[in-house]
């Protein structure tokens, strides 16, 4: 498997009036093609500071310390900017020179946001805009980023004759592997986008096989008024809008230009929907946040997520705040996402018993490092720092019968003051000489299983 | 459609209240006394036998023997068909509704400019202040804003009035409209124009380009003073709620699905902010079509509330329940209004 997200010494820190906020401190981490990474740790360990640094999300008064490497698909995003080495930030520490570099990483970063790298956030109930319709808020994801496909969608259709749909018909009849020979189709005829539809409504379980051949005849469309079709030609042929930009100004216009385009978001937000298990995905589109429960308007994020076929989708918490029943479910979507679709995710979470269910692989955190991290397996069987050793131990068991909960004494350090050597060592029941000073180097125990402790390696 | 019906049903609502209104102001006239109500209509120089039979006469025609609760009806009777009585003040003499179709257009005026003028500023300023947060721009607005709250109206209206029409000399110290425009005009009668009362209109539907275009230049500067003064309030007020908005979670979320900067601000902050705003602004006209009386007499503009001020003075009951009535109706209407504004801008409203 290919790494697809590389992590090099990131540190994160935060400006505030009471000194220093050492959020993270120097974070490896590497992510595979395909694979879900559990990110586990108590509050305050930096996980979603992890996640947000990945978006380039951080608030204005982050502070990404020289030296820290994000590697995405080979392309090292941080190394155009001019960053503060670590010496630097101190009482005499200029805010706002930093604030405007962070503007910079933030404005050069929106074209990857939601493209390569989307984010599903913990509050499903305040995570969606109450004043604007689902459709909308997944169309504007897809706007953001694939208005050339939703183009290309339009024009497939309205390209579309009826010798084309007679053949489709033939393909989806007697085909074996019907996604493969439509692509092939869509290809050699120039119709681009149409295999998506077709496929979208053949997969379709609620309706009767008559019905689905009549809904495929249907996609046949009308040819568009000039005007409209050159915009859509240009788009899907990623020229430059140009005059365009203005005439979408103009009320009466925009709903024959961008309007057309925001029609067809509507369209895919529907399939989108429709793939997460969504049912009326018609009506849902036109409804609004607060008419859906927690558990779908949590599809409804990670629809917007989906919306562009990123690399990786950080999930950040996203079933926190969901009853039990509800978090199997979105549990069950992203595994069977994760195997149709390819993604790569990082699904952060306090809950060590929600990432046994999904992870491949799982990286504890403390006081903003990566203590452990290895194959899901190794993490709880055969779990090596001391930390997930507490962590693993403070779960509450339902056969035992239990008088107290254990947990790890002691609370996570001020990240304002850390403490010397291993973050951890305040609170470890096997602490040394050696951790008060030294702070531990990564040593990979066995395959895959990387561990920052000295009581491992030589 | 869904909406059609709730608007409907706000309509129907507002019924009750009007009738609630009606009621406290017919008491209100009715604590006066039955000699006061007809005061007005007496001649004063009759004496004896004759003022008797005159006073009987004005009994009888304002039903004033009647029960009270039907003489309510009556005059419920009399409003619905116009008749709001008679006023007698040194700036205008005779029945109370032509007194409002004389004073109250250059109020309607006053208040939309200035309104139009509030929000056209008033936004703006606010949004940027709240997104370029603690920048010089931010900081200057606050200033600006606190010394505008905290300067007496009239301050602010000298203070306009001595930069834009004595220095500058850009707009007309006072008056409604050039009055030498106005002569020979065939829909001009005695201080009132027709069909609709409104100067500018009228001369809009007449064609007289000219003379609206000159009303208009002389509105603009007391409303931009009424503006100033009103605009401080709605820009901490917008400027607070979009700062509490911009933490939301779902800016964070339309952040990273990679939208520009611009669209975040304008479609997923600018309109959940602006919710609280409207109230503020809605019964903020409401209050400004109550006449705004210190502009009024600084800016010598003969409106709805320099005309309550003289009626009050000059202790003429008439001209304060007509305008009373009138005023209650507006706000009201404002407060359906501005219902009606929810329903549109929140889905959440439930209708």
């Given at each position: ?52 640094s990945i978006m380039a999300l951080l608030p204005s008064n982050a502070i990404i310390v020289r030296g820290s490497k994000i590697i ?387 | ?201 009228d001369a809009l539907l007449h064609g007289d380009i000219n003379i609206a275009l000159n009303s208009i230049w002389h509105f603009i ?131």
């Open positions: 498997m290919s790494e697809i997200l590389t992590i090099n010494n990131l540190k994160v820190w935060f400006h505030t009036r009471r000194g220093t906020f050492k959020a993270l401190n120097g974070v490896n981490l590497n992510l595979r093609k395909g694979e879900v990474l559990g990110l586990a740790g108590e509050s305050g360990s930096g996980k979603s500071t992890l996640g947000l995405l698909k080979n392309r090292d995003y941080l190394k155009y900017f001019e960053l503060f080495p670590e010496e630097k930030i101190d009482r005499k520490f200029k805010i706002k020179k930093n604030q405007k570099i962070m503007k910079h990483i933030r404005d050069f970063l929106a074209k990857i946001r939601g493209k390569e790298v989307s984010m599903v956030f913990q509050e499903p109930m305040t995570a969606l805009n109450p004043l604007l319709q689902i459709g909308y808020q997944i169309t504007e994801a897809l706007l953001a980023h694939s208005s050339i496909n939703l183009a290309k969608r339009i024009l497939s259709r309205i390209n579309l004759t009826e010798d084309d749909v007679r053949e489709i018909l033939k393909i989806v009849k007697s085909s074996k592997n019907v996604e493969k020979d439509l692509n092939e189709f869509s290809k050699l005829k120039k119709l681009d986008g149409i295999e998506d539809q077709v496929l979208y409504i053949l997969n379709r379980k609620d309706l009767s096989t008559i019905r689905k051949e009549r809904m495929i005849y249907s996609l046949k469309e009308k040819m568009k008024n000039p005007l409209t079709m050159s915009y859509l030609k240009k788009i899907a042929e990623n020229k430059s809008i140009g005059i365009y930009r203005f005439l979408n100004r103009i009320p009466i216009l925009k709903r024959y230009l961008k309007g057309v385009l925001i029609k067809e978001g509507y369209r895919k937000a529907i399939e989108l929907l429709a793939m997460l298990n969504i049912p009326h995905a018609e009506k849902v589109v036109y409804m609004y946040p607060h008419e859906l429960s927690g558990g779908m308007r949590q599809r409804v994020s990670i629809a917007i997520a989906l919306a562009n076929n990123p690399d990786i989708i950080i999930l950040d918490e996203p079933t926190s705040a969901l009853d039990v029943i509800v978090q199997y479910q979105i549990l069950q979507l992203i595994s069977e996402l994760k195997y149709k679709l390819n993604i790569s995710f990082i699904f952060i979470s306090h809950d060590l018993s929600v990432l046994a269910e999904v992870c491949d692989r799982i990286a504890i955190m403390y006081g903003g490092r990566i203590v452990e991290i290895g194959p899901i397996d190794k993490i709880f069987y055969e779990s090596l720092h001391p930390y997930t050793k507490g962590l693993l131990r403070a779960i509450p068991k339902i056969s035992k019968d239990i008088k107290t909960i254990e947990s790890i004494p002691g609370t996570v350090p001020d990240m304002r003051n850390p403490p010397n050597g291993c973050m951890f060592h305040p609170r470890c029941p096997y602490v040394m000489d050696v951790c008060r000073n030294k702070v531990p180097k990564s040593i990979e125990y066995s395959k895959d299983h990387f561990v920052e402790c000295f009581l491992y390696g030589e | 459609m869904k909406l059609w019906l709730y608007i409907i049903r706000r309509i129907l609502l507002i019924i009750p209240t009007l009738i609630g209104l009606t009621i406290i102001v017919f008491i209100l006239i009715h604590v006066r006394g039955n000699n006061l109500i007809i005061a007005e209509y007496l001649n004063p120089h009759l004496t004896g036998a004759a003022r008797d039979y005159a006073i009987q006469q004005l009994y009888q025609r304002f039903h004033l023997n009647d029960p009270l609760f039907i003489q309510y009806f009556y005059w419920l009777y009399q409003v619905i068909n116009g008749d709001l009585g008679l006023t007698r003040t040194p700036i205008y003499s005779g029945p109370v509704n032509t007194a409002l179709a004389l004073f109250y257009p250059n109020t309607i005026m006053l208040a939309l400019v200035s309104s139009i003028l509030i929000w056209i500023i008033g936004i703006p300023i606010g949004v940027w202040s709240a997104v370029k947060r603690d920048s010089v721009f931010d900081q200057s607005t606050r200033v600006a804003t606190f010394t505008l709250y905290a300067m007496p109206a009239y301050m602010v209206y000298l203070l306009v009035l001595i930069i834009f029409a004595v220095y500058l000399k850009w707009f007309p110290i006072s008056g409604a409209v050039d009055p030498l425009l106005l002569q020979g005009v065939s829909w001009y009668v005695n201080g009132i124009s027709y069909p609709t009362h409104i100067i500018f209109i500067l007391p409303s931009l003073g009424i503006a100033l003064g009103g605009v401080a309030g709605i820009i901490r007020l917008l400027r607070s709620s979009m700062l509490e908005v911009l933490d939301q979670d779902y800016i964070r979320m339309a952040r990273s699905k990679g939208i520009s900067e611009s669209e975040v601000i304008n479609i997923h902050a600018r309109r959940n902010a602006l919710i609280p705003a409207v109230t503020s602004f809605v019964y903020g006209v409401a209050g400004l079509l109550g006449g705004v009386v210190v502009a009024e007499v600084i800016f010598n503009i003969p409106g709805v509330g320099y005309w309550t001020v003289q009626a009050l003075l000059n202790n003429d009951a008439g001209g304060i329940l007509g305008s009373t009535l009138i005023f209650g109706i507006i706000l009201v209407t404002a407060s359906l209004i501005l219902d009606i504004i929810y329903a549109a801008l929140d889905p959440r409203v439930r209708y």
